[in-house]
């Protein structure tokens, strides 16, 4: 989906009230270059709302379908102490398109692999400054995956890796302050299970966006954070029903695997 927000969201770099978000200056500013919105242009997985009896058109390929990642090291006469953290190795170190959850049985797989900064940022207002954050303070890396069910159901889901814990806080405190807005999702949304509220929430849109020549559509985002990495899930109905417990089964599971 595509990622948005109002002129009136955007200030000065270093007063940007935020609600739900804690104030970070020029880091805030950044990173909230545009908050993701439901809608019936919005974004990557929206654009499959294509005219009645016209068939969606896929995905292209995602950028670094295999991203090399070094080993773990043993340690030897010269590992020092920049050098042991390779003995302590996290999981979401290694290949992070491993921990995307599987394409459903039945569904049409899209995509899989590493999507570059600038395809990221191109689903914000204003891709630019959305590049310049992310590079500059914010994403280390982004692993996605994409499917589809019968024409209908689309669904994007992202694992955005930060540099820190910080900038995993202060993207998915900003983004979830702004999906009960009604420019967004309209509604406070739903916790998912086994997660803390204040960690991860999914919105189903409010309202059904209609327009002559298209589908019906209903969104539906689940945002949370473990760590350093913010998942993403962009779910689009192109029938304008969306069953919120399939989206939190998903979300649930997709979190699991971290």
């Known amino acids: ?36 919105a439901l809608g019936i242009l919005a974004g990557t997985v929206t654009g499959y709302a294509v005219q009645y009896g016209r068939p969606p058109t896929p995905l292209p390929p995602l950028a670094q379908q295999k991203l090399d990642t070094p080993k773990a090291l043993a340690p030897d006469a010269g590992t020092t102490r920049e050098t042991i953290n390779a003995n302590r190795r996290h999981k979401t170190d290694g290949d992070l398109t491993k921990l995307l959850v599987e394409t459903p049985g039945g569904a049409k797989a899209l995509g899989t692999g590493y999507e570059s900064l600038d395809v990221f940022s191109v689903g914000f207002e204003e891709p630019d400054k959305a590049l310049a954050g992310f590079a500059e303070e914010g994403v280390r890396r982004i692993a ?10 689309f669904v994007d889901v992202r694992l955005i890796q930060f540099r820190d814990r910080e900038g995993a806080d202060v993207y998915q405190q900003v983004q979830a ?4 807005q009604k ?8 916790a998912i299970p086994g997660i803390p509220a204040d960690l991860g929430h999914v919105w189903v849109e409010s309202k059904v966006q209609e327009k002559r020549g298209y589908h019906p559509l209903r969104g539906a985002r689940a ?17 304008g029903r969306v069953v919120e417990s399939d989206v939190v089964d998903l979300a649930k599971r997709q979190m699991e695997r971290l």
């Open 1 to 36: 989906m595509e990622h948005e927000q109002t002129a009136s969201e955007l200030r000065k770099e270093g007063d940007v009230p935020v609600p739900g978000a804690r104030r970070r200056g020029r880091r805030t500013a950044l990173l909230i270059a545009g908050g993701a």
């Open 144 to 153: 996605a995956t994409a499917w589809s069910q019968d024409d209908r159901v």
């Open 177 to 180: 302050g702004l999906m009960p």
């Open 183 to 190: 420019e967004y999702a309209g509604n406070p949304g739903v």
């Open 223 to 239: 945002i949370a954070r473990r760590g350093d990495i913010v998942m993403e899930i962009d779910y689009i109905d192109n029938r």
